[in-house]
């Protein structure tokens, strides 16, 4: 059974995978923090918006393929496939996402993935699209 803290993730993951922002930051907490581990972290739900409006200008796609999520009260943690695209360009990145609801609002979301593994994804996602761009040129 699905607890009410888990809709909120799903619905949240759900709106970012339809690249509506708003629908998005409309899930968070007017103190929300969200951070990409180690980066720095995004407090409040206005740099949270920017943060994700400036995701979405650098690509056109965003998937989610969720391999485990689990809710434990407040705390809703996900394990997941991150998919992101730019034209023919896709990197798929394993993620682990920690998620705090309160009263029906994400406060805090914090994902952890390795940097190493995403920046290989991004190279094999470039290696693809390029070797896409010359067989659509060749015909083939």
Same mark, same amino acid.
């Given at each position: 059974?699905?607890?009410?803290?888990?809709?909120?993730?799903?619905?949240?993951?759900?709106?970012?995978?339809?690249?509506?922002?708003?629908?998005?930051? !409309?899930?968070?907490?007017?103190?929300?923090?969200y951070q990409n581990v180690?980066?720095?972290?995004?407090?409040?739900?206005?740099?949270?918006?920017?943060?994700?409006?400036?995701?979405?200008?650098?690509?056109?796609?965003?998937?989610?393929?969720?391999?485990?999520?689990?809710?434990?009260?407040?705390?809703?943690?996900?394990?997941?496939?991150?998919?992101?695209?730019?034209?023919?360009? !896709?990197?798929?990145?394993?993620?682990?996402?920690?998620?705090?609801?309160?009263?029906?609002?994400?406060?805090?979301?914090?994902?952890?993935?390795?940097?190493?593994?995403?920046?290989?994804?991004?190279?094999?996602? !470039?290696?693809? !699209?390029?070797?896409?761009?010359?067989?659509?040129?060749?015909?083939?």
């Amino acid at each position: 059974m699905r607890s009410d803290e888990q809709v909120v993730v799903e619905a949240f993951l759900a709106a970012l995978e339809e690249l509506d922002v708003d629908g998005a930051v !409309a899930l968070c907490g007017d103190d929300v923090v969200y951070q990409n581990v180690p980066l720095p972290p995004a407090r409040g739900r206005s740099a949270v918006a920017k943060q994700l409006r400036t995701m979405m200008k650098v690509g056109t796609g965003f998937e989610v393929e969720m391999r485990n999520i689990a809710a434990n009260g407040p705390v809703v943690l996900t394990e997941r496939v991150d998919i992101l695209r730019r034209g023919s360009f !896709a990197m798929e990145f394993w993620v682990c996402g920690t998620f705090e609801v309160r009263d029906g609002k994400i406060v805090l979301w914090r994902d952890y993935f390795d940097w190493p593994t995403f920046l290989a994804a991004g190279v094999k996602g !470039a290696g693809r !699209a390029a070797v896409g761009a010359v067989t659509r040129r060749l015909g083939r």
